[in-house]
């Protein structure tokens, strides 16, 4: 949730078994693994995108060019 315009707090609910006794620990250790990896990629592309709003040496706050439209060849139907 968005606390300002710098700063997010971030809640992740796993949803694993109630009574997590009748899972082993390395279980649920591989089970946070690929969502874990997920969760600090998206935050680092966050936190690139943040980067970009806030930049001191362009006004704008543009990180990268703006995009520009493209011209694809008609082909004949």
Known sequence: MPKGPESTDLVIDW???????????????????????????????????????????RPKGYLFRRSMPVGFPRVAA
């Not at 109630?18 to 649920?28: E, K």
């Open 15 to 57: 949803l694993l078994p109630a009574n997590p006794g009748d899972v082993c620990a390395d279980t649920i250790e591989r089970i946070k693994a690929l969502p874990m990896f997920v969760i600090e990629q998206d935050g680092a592309a966050c936190e690139l995108n943040q980067q970009g709003i806030v930049q001191t040496f």
